[in-house]
């Protein structure tokens, strides 16, 4: 389906820290989030381009194909790293790197930067020293805005772009103390106008009965809140939780599905797999669980999750909060209050079935606010400026 906007819209230009590989059939295949958003985006302008970088492993199973012809990918030199010696090639790599972005941009009437990545330390001043008539600069902060202690060249970056130095639109999710106008709020966008209809469906079936199945998506860590759900499990017997399925993958998986062992069957792990695959797991689960530490901008699978009624029991890291209520639309659990994650797992399971449908609808519609229509909307409404009729409210988080 096309969203043509104005013929002035001839080239968009993303540039990304976004992981590519070859698949077998030669491909050129990234994370599946970015892809299937460049992908809906990719039908308002006449060609999109990509910097990012192109891995030289395997395809990962959580990487897809790009669909949309008009899609290009420009490879960049992998940079940075864990160790110091590989957080020098951010700078070694420069002068390669703004080679390829300089050459990309010519001819483009947008430009999207995606940051806090290494390369956006010297991105970052480039861009904003270059002349923006020739196109529209906007930038996309994915990590947590409100992050009290970030990495250094996180806090650099967000500096920067907190004090409009960049002189150009801002978004990044939530709404934070002292934001600048600049700086919109904007939800990361991961469902289709399709899918609320299927969820609304699903949602409303769902039968809230003990024993519940439970879910989880995302990297597979201790920080990610996985250690916190298994001991979970100690306390809260069969009788309460039939299965929780981990979908996704990490360094530290193996040494968690070892220590799941002692669950036995109640606990599944499958690895990275299809959306398709996501979304059946969250049809049949009761709630979604994210205990997570660690700095989060606000996880897609939450909505992903809530449009299919399947009910967020979250920390109360960065945005999430400011999205997911306590006892309304799903539960929260404070991560400094002291109390185990099992404390608001037990409330959520022992809440009355009647709530929980309630909650079920109310997480749904939550997710509505996670639409690609609803993003590409006020991309031309606030970022654009293309018929400016948004109103206040649209500009900030929403609860109904």
Not at 93 to 109: F, T, Y
Not at 141 to 167: I, M, V
Not at 364 to 374: I, N
Request: aromatic residues 10%.
């Amino acid at each position: 389906m096309s969203h043509r906007l104005p013929d002035s819209m001839r080239k968009l230009v993303v540039v990304s820290h976004t992981p590519h590989q070859r698949d077998g059939e030669g491909r050129m295949v990234g994370w599946g989030p970015t892809v299937r958003e460049l992908d809906f985006l990719a039908g308002s302008w006449e060609e999109v381009v990509h910097v990012a970088c192109l891995e030289p492993g395997p395809a990962l199973a959580s990487s897809l194909p790009y669909t949309c012809s008009n899609i290009r990918l420009e490879p960049i030199p992998i940079s940075g790293g864990e160790r110091w010696r590989e957080k020098l090639t951010v700078l070694t790599q420069a002068p390669a790197i703004l080679r390829i972005v300089r050459r990309a941009v010519i001819g483009a009437s947008h430009v999207q930067i995606r940051v806090p990545m290494g390369i956006g330390l010297f991105l970052l001043p480039w861009f904003a020293l270059r002349r923006k008539s020739q196109y529209q600069l906007w930038v996309k902060y994915a990590n947590n805005w409100g992050q009290a202690d970030p990495p250094l060249g996180y806090g650099l970056q967000r500096w920067f772009l907190h004090k409009g130095y960049a002189s150009c639109p801002v978004t990044l999710n939530g709404r934070w103390p002292g934001q600048p106008a600049h700086c919109l709020s904007f939800e990361n966008p991961c469902l289709y106008d399709a899918d609320l209809a299927a969820g609304a469906a699903t949602a409303k079936g769902k039968v809230f009965q003990p024993p519940f199945r439970l879910a989880f998506t995302g990297r597979l860590e201790e920080e990610k809140g996985v250690k916190r759900i298994l001991d979970a499990l100690d306390f809260l017997g069969p009788e309460w939780i039939d299965r929780v399925d981990f979908i996704g993958d990490g360094p530290q998986s193996a040494g968690l599905q070892s220590a799941a062992a002692r669950h036995g069957q109640r606990v599944q792990f499958h690895g990275f797999r299809a959306a398709s695959f996501v979304h059946e797991v969250l049809q049949a689960a009761h709630f979604f669980v994210l205990p997570t530490t660690a700095s989060e901008g606000f996880p897609k699978v939450v909505a992903e999750a809530a449009c299919h009624g399947c009910i967020p029991v979250v920390s109360d890291v960065s945005s999430l909060p400011q999205y997911v209520h306590n006892g309304d639309n799903g539960f929260v659990w404070s991560s400094a209050s002291g109390k185990g994650f099992e404390k608001i797992l037990a409330q959520a399971l022992e809440t009355p079935r009647a709530q929980l449908q309630e909650m079920a609808m109310a997480a749904h519609q939550l997710s509505k606010q996670f639409t690609m229509e609803r993003y590409l909307h006020r991309l031309k409404a606030d970022v654009f400026g293309v018929g400016r009729q948004s109103a206040a409210d649209d500009r900030r988080p929403t609860h109904s």
